[in-house]
C-alpha cells in the first residue's frame, strides 16, 4: 500500500483527495520507484484544482516532477537502489506521477540523480528550475552567436517571484548579467534582490495593452507570464535580441505584432520542458547541478507534506506562493 494524491471525475463532480492505494493499481512502466520527494508547479495546482483541463485520463495521480530510488525494474539502464529524477513526458497528465509514495514508469523517462545533489534539492529545482535553465541554455546560444557578453545589457525576468522566475534570476545573475525582474509583488524585493537581481520593477509596467513597439531595453528575457507582458517584453527587446517564453500565468493569448521581429530583429524561442529531448535534459541537470546556488536554492525553497499540497494548490494560483514547493510525499 501506498499514500497518493488522487484525482477522479465523476458524475458527483471533479475533486482530489489523499488515498491510500495497492500497489496493483500502479500503472504499466518497467521501473518502479519509491518516491522521496515531488513538487508543486503551477500545472500541478491546475491539476488538482481542475481548473484547467490538464488531466486527461482518470482517475489520476498528479505531479509531473518526482526523485526517488528504484525499487524494482525490468530496464538494464536502471538497478535496485539507483537515485532517479524525473520531469514531464505526461507525468501527472495521461501517466500517473509523483504526488505519491510509489511511482512505476517508463525507463526512457528516467534520468539518474545527477552527482552533488540530494531528492530534496533536486525537487527544489524541480520543472521551475529546469525549465529555468532551458530558457538560459537557449538565450546563451542566442547571445553567442551575436557576440553578446554577460553585463552588455539588462536581461528582463517576468513572473520573477515565482519557480521558474526565482532560479532564473539566480542563473541570469551568476553568470554576471543585469537582472530586472518584474512581479506583482513588491514586498518580495528584499528577496529578489538577494537572488542577485539588480533592480525590481512593478509587473503593471508590462501588463497592460503596450505599443508595438517600444523603447529599447533588453538584450533578452524569460518570460514565464504570456499575453500583453510577452508582448510588452518583445516590444521592448533590443535589436537582435532574444525572448525565451515559457508560461502563461497571464495568459495564453499573444496580443503582439510582427513588428519587434521583422523591425529588430528579435528571437522568440518557445521553450518546452515536457517533451525535451534527453540529451537536452542531461546538459540542463548537470549544469544546474553545477551552478545552482545551494544557499539560494535552499532561500527560495518551502517544504510541505502529500496532506497539505491540496489546499497548497490554490496558493500557487493565487500566487500566494515565493519560489519553489518541495512536497515531502513521506511526511
Known sequence: MFRALLIDKTEAGYGCTLAELPDERLPAGEVTVRVSHSTLNYKDALAI???????????????IDLAGTVEASDDPRFAPGDAVLLNGWGVG?????????????????????????????????GTAGYTAMLCVVALEAHWQ?????????????????????????ALLARAGHRVVASTGRPHEADYLRALGAAEVIDRTTLSAPGKPLQKERWIGAVDAVGSHTLANACASTRYGGAVAACG????????????????????????????????RRRVAW?????????????????TIGLAEAIAAADDVLAGRVRGRLVVDVNA
Open 49 to 63: 484544482t481542475g481548473r484547467s483541463p490538464v488531466v486527461r485520463q482518470f482517475p489520476m495521480v498528479p505531479g
Open 93 to 125: 497528465e495521461v501517466h500517473w506521477g509523483g504526488l505519491a509514495q510509489r511511482a512505476r514508469l517508463k525507463a526512457d523517462w528516467l534520468l539518474p540523480l545527477p552527482a552533488g545533489l540530494s531528492a530534496a534539492e533536486a525537487m527544489a529545482i
Open 145 to 169: 552567436a551575436q557576440g553578446v557578453t554577460p553585463g552588455a545589457g539588462d536581461v528582463l525576468v517576468t513572473g520573477a517571484a515565482g519557480g521558474v522566475g526565482s532560479v532564473a534570476v
Open 248 to 279: 502563461l500565468a497571464q495568459g495564453m493569448d499573444f496580443p503582439a505584432t510582427v513588428a519587434p521581429f521583422i523591425l529588430r530583429g528579435v528571437t522568440l524561442y518557445g521553450i518546452d520542458s515536457v517533451m525535451a529531448p534527453m540529451a
Open 286 to 302: 548537470q549544469r544546474l547541478a553545477a551552478e545552482l546556488d545551494r544557499g539560494l536554492l535552499a532561500r527560495m525553497t518551502r
